[in-house]
């Protein structure tokens, strides 16, 4: 995001069609960040069969 674009409050999106898979990709790599030793469990539970969802997949 521009700096110029913050001031003004604006923000460009691009809107596509993304595999619902990306969700469970998210939570993969929160994870990966996420201490060894977390009292916080992170689960993900979503049914691939859904269609994609439309989203700006950079945001």
């Known amino acids: 995001m521009f700096s ?3 001031m003004t409050g604006e923000v460009r999106i691009s809107p596509r069609p993304v595999p619902i ?3 469970n990709e998210v939570v993969e790599e929160i ?3 996420m201490p060894k030793n977390s009292q916080v ?3 993900a539970e979503v049914n691939l069969a859904l ?3 439309l989203t ?3 945001r």
Do not use: C, G
Request: no cysteine; charged share 20%.
């Open 51 to 53: 269609p994609a969802i």
């Open 4 to 6: 110029s674009n913050q």
């Open 56 to 58: 700006d997949e950079l």
């Open 31 to 33: 994870r990966s960040v």
């Open 41 to 43: 469990s992170l689960k």
């Open 21 to 23: 898979s990306v969700i």
